[in-house]
């Protein structure tokens, strides 16, 4: 089995926040899984600047409800701490207008990668722009 580090994990969090598609989004899912990468991916869509926390929460428990992560404080930290991180990388294009996309998450061992891949803007006037985290549980 080939060893993933950060790198290719993040790889994965972005691949999968890229997804199409739920049929793409599982299909991805089942070939990281065969190769021990643990995934989880969420649509979202809001304004950003009261969003910021619903986007964290609805990470930590997609990364929860697909086994990403156990219930325990160090890993939910771990994915709000990389979630938030991928925010702070497109908060100045985002700042005051409606984002919308899909947040990817993989897990390797102890690498956790975080990506978020949005349209910000509005209506069809849509800027593109992908922020990544990473932490080590």
């Known amino acids: 089995m080939k060893e993933f580090g950060s790198k290719e994990v993040c790889a994965a969090a972005i691949k999968l926040s890229l997804s199409s598609d739920r049929q793409h989004e599982k299909k991805l899912r089942e070939r990281y899984l065969q190769l021990g990468v643990h995934t ?12 910021v926390m619903k986007m964290v929460e609805r990470a930590v428990v997609a990364a929860k409800r697909e086994g990403v992560i156990d219930d ?15 925010l702070s990388q497109i908060m100045t294009k985002a700042i005051g207008l409606n984002v919308g996309g899909k947040i990817g998450i993989a897990r390797y061992k102890e690498h956790v990668g975080v990506a978020v891949f949005f349209g910000i803007g509005l209506l069809h006037l849509n800027e593109v722009a992908i922020g990544l985290g990473h932490r080590v549980v």
Request: charged share 20%; hydrophobic share 40%.
């Open 40 to 51: 989880a991916a969420v649509d979202y869509g809001g304004e950003f600047i009261n969003s």
């Open 72 to 86: 325990s404080h160090a890993e939910e930290g771990a994915i709000a701490g990389a979630m938030r991180e991928s």
